[in-house]
């Protein structure tokens, strides 16, 4: 983080207060929206935005989007920052406003997700006294954030949100929140337009991270273990995404015929229409996706950490692989898995510096390619085709006949969310946006609105689950009230389906606070009451097309509800704990084992 | 296995529960932690004990390495280094037994800091296999208190 010599900030030297530098920060590093509900501990700094935007034409106006509960707002904030790659910012009161920040901080910091959150506190006074509204911010975010401050010396204030971007979007990305003193907010002092906290360690080691390439000598073992493989397989994560890597990756995957599974958070790191893309692997992957980690001798992890959606049983993951594993964090290499080869960096640089040093190699994988195409003709995603009920599936399938990969698709957590990620085309990177790691149901709607706003130019769809949508409901009006125009898409099977799923397959079919049966929810109905132009609610196959593309097509937000086969099942399933030996691959997808394991009543101790 | 890692930190608000926080979050264990201001004021160094196999060090030293405020993190186990505690052992003292305490003291090149009619404080100092006999050589004594500060350690240099 290093600064290069700038010119003098037009502002510097002119006295203004804490709230106006925050306001004035946030101007300089290039926000556009902030996400944020005002209230007491942090009215300064809504007036001083209120002020900034005054007497401003609106293109240069910071633009402020109030949602209903502040979670929504954080959710909003890492939509955008997930659709666009920039730092999101919110900005919230202290005490509860604070706390329901902390579901969406966590999740940022377990997708790694840069996204900046600045709370109002209690004076410095105040603190600890039990004032009215105070909760230990600092405490409380310290477990989970990648960086938190207490601004306790008012002349930081500047410098401290400054650096908190800076946090927030190097090395591995992440949230950082800056909890400010209602006092610090008011203080008086000069703006300076430029200048960082001095962060002795995480300097040295982002400047050493950043200038990290792969030496010769590293790229000759990594290509001797190449040309000893016959079936190397890419294993690309959410890292690709946030490094901007995806070019490089397919550029890589093309030049050394490699094909390519991809993570949840890595879908979109190649085009998933391509040849040599075999799609998700992990819990939810496709059987040619997770046959493909079963047989390949050489797996080159890039971005991406072995997490147990992904390698459930670490002891026979890719059991006949060698391990290259290339990381930004040097703690995900070894964390999980030992590999062979490792290098800590960042995956742009990595995956260059190996083109170029293996220009000239040459090896024929031809007839491995040929053999996951041959998996992935054999044993596509399947589903049910003879129901008179509507399959999530083939809705989905409908959809994404007339967005054709080029939608940005958000969504809840859940059966629909799995879904998502299997029949949809993707043919960009952060096109598909949802909570991966954390798995934070109701991420979807307010996710969505922030995407949008990041990415007016694109057709936006959240696509929900009536467990997911209820819980931030409440962001469909913040929808409509700043005419974010989404498409929200409610996949309706009247209950938690993925809980519900691992109840039917591993709890004996007892629905223990699964079903939604007894709920009178008319979501339609509370659609239009939010102002949705737009609202209908089908059950029927024949409506589906024509529904799907007057949605779509819809100028405004837009409300569809679709009502499907409650027994719909995702597949194929690796269960908890298990290797992707014992994966089923359910009714509707060949298996290329005679015998599908058994599923057994499994100690709900070890389903995680 | 017993590591003895040093920490370097920037020396400001809320380093130590960052620090302690990473440690309960991911479920490691620590023997004791002690912090402290360095030559440099505005850097603190602190000294983790820690049990744990040889992959669970190599993530407790990359995980501390991640935290914004990490200066530098040394696992001293891997060089030639001095480790030392400091004890404060009030130890009962009925009769004749005021002179045994003072005997086992000496032995240990411990100091006797405190003296009432029924007890006695034994300042020990040392390495933890030094301070764990004393305090063992003490036990049979009726140890009324005992307070330790946990270890720290330091380098030793190149000769």
Not at chain 1, 302 to 320: C, L, M, Q, Y
Not at chain 1, 424 to 440: A, C, E
Not at chain 1, 551 to 561: K, S
Not at chain 2, 86 to 101: A, T
Request: aromatic share 8%; proline share 4%.
């Amino acid at each position: 983080m290093t600064t290069k010599k700038k010119p003098r900030h037009p502002l510097a030297g002119e006295m203004m207060s804490g709230a106006d530098m925050i306001i004035q920060v946030f101007a300089d590093e290039g926000v556009e929206t902030i996400f944020g509900y005002n209230g007491g501990q942090v009215l300064p700094t809504y007036d001083a935005l209120f002020r900034y935007n005054e007497n401003k034409k609106t293109q240069q106006q910071l633009h402020l989007v109030v949602p209903a509960n502040e979670q929504g707002a954080g959710f909003m904030a890492s939509g955008y920052a997930r659709a666009t790659g920039k730092v999101g910012v919110f900005l919230c009161t202290s005490g509860p406003g604070a706390t329901n920040c902390v579901t969406p901080i966590r999740d940022a910091m377990a997708d790694s997700i840069p996204i900046v959150l600045v709370t109002g506190q209690v004076p410095r006074h105040c603190i600890g006294t039990d004032a009215f509204q105070e909760a230990p911010v600092f405490n409380i975010m310290s477990a989970t954030t990648k960086h938190v401050f207490l601004v306790s010396d008012e002349t930081k204030i500047e410098a401290t949100v400054r650096t908190a971007f800076a946090i927030a979007r190097s090395g591995r990305p992440g949230p950082v929140v800056v909890d400010v003193p209602k006092d610090v907010q008011n203080f008086v002092g000069p703006y300076q337009g430029e200048g960082l906290l001095e962060l002795k360690g995480y300097d040295i080691r982002q400047k050493i991270a950043l200038e990290s390439r792969i030496s010769e000598h590293e790229a000759k073992t990594f290509f001797q273990m190449l040309a000893k493989s016959h079936r190397p397989l890419l294993y690309a994560g959410g890292g690709i995404i946030n490094a901007n890597a995806a070019k490089e990756l397919r550029a890589f995957s093309a030049h050394f015929n490699i094909p390519v599974v991809t993570t949840l958070m890595g879908i979109g790191s190649v085009d998933t229409t391509h040849e040599l893309s075999l799609r998700m692997l992990g819990m939810h992957g496709t059987a040619y996706a997770n046959y493909a980690v079963e047989d390949c001798d050489f797996l080159i992890a890039v971005g991406a950490r072995f997490d147990d959606r992904v390698a459930g049983k670490v002891a026979t993951f890719a059991p006949n692989a060698k391990i290259a594993h290339i990381d930004i964090d040097a703690a995900e290499i070894g964390k999980v898995r030992q590999p062979d080869w490792a290098f800590v960096g960042d995956a742009r640089a990595a995956l260059q510096d190996l083109m170029d040093a293996g220009a000239t190699f040459k090896r024929d994988f031809s007839k491995w390619v040929k053999l996951v195409n041959k998996y992935k003709k054999e044993h596509p995603l399947d589903y049910e085709h003879n129901s008179q009920l509507l399959q999530p599936q083939e809705v989905l399938e409908e959809l994404n006949k007339i967005t054709r990969g080029d939608a940005i698709v958000c969504t809840g957590v859940g059966q629909h969310q799995m879904w998502a990620a299997q029949y949809f085309d993707f043919h960009q990177p952060r096109s598909l946006i949802t909570s991966g790691s954390m798995g934070t149901m109701g991420f979807g709607l307010p996710a969505s609105i922030g995407a949008q706003i990041g990415r007016p130019d694109k057709t936006v769809i959240d696509v929900d689950g009536d467990g997911s949508l209820r819980m931030n409901i409440g962001e469909m009006d913040t929808a409509v009230a700043y005419g974010v125009p989404i498409k929200l898409l409610l996949l309706n099977n009247r209950g938690d389906g993925m809980v519900l799923q691992w109840q039917r397959l591993y709890f004996g079919k007892r629905f223990s606070g699964t079903e939604k049966d007894h709920r009178q929810k008319d979501f339609v109905k509370a659609a239009q009451a939010d102002g949705f132009q737009f609202a209908r609610c089908i059950d029927d196959r024949r409506q589906l097309p024509k529904a799907l593309k007057e949605f779509v097509d819809f100028e405004g937000p837009a409300f569809l509800e679709v009502r499907i086969d409650r027994d719909a099942s995702v597949y194929p399933m690796v269960g908890p704990g298990m290797g992707y030996q014992e994966m089923i691959t359910g009714p509707y997808i060949k298996s290329r084992v005679d015998i599908q394991p058994e599923v057994h009543d499994i100690d709900p101790e070890d389903t995680i | 296995m017993k590591r003895t890692i040093s920490v370097l930190v920037e020396n400001h608000f809320g380093v130590l529960a960052r620090v302690s926080g990473l440690f309960s979050a991911r479920g490691y264990n620590i023997d004791s932690l002690c912090v402290g201001e360095t030559e440099i004021p505005s850097i603190s160094r602190m000294t983790v004990v820690v049990r744990g196999d040889d992959s669970v060090i190599q993530q407790i030293m990359k995980q501390l390495n991640k935290l914004v405020d990490t200066i530098k993190v040394e696992d001293l186990t891997e060089v030639d280094f001095i480790e030392r505690e400091l004890v404060l052992i009030k130890v009962s003292v009925n009769g004749d037994r005021r002179r045994e305490v003072i005997e086992i003291a000496s032995i240990f090149r411990a100091k006797v800091v405190d003296v009432s009619p029924s007890s006695m404080v034994v300042e020990v100092t040392g390495s933890e296999g030094k301070v764990e006999a004393c305090i063992n050589m003490l036990r049979p004594l009726g140890i009324q208190e005992l307070v330790r500060t946990g270890e720290i350690a330091i380098a030793r240099s190149a000769k």
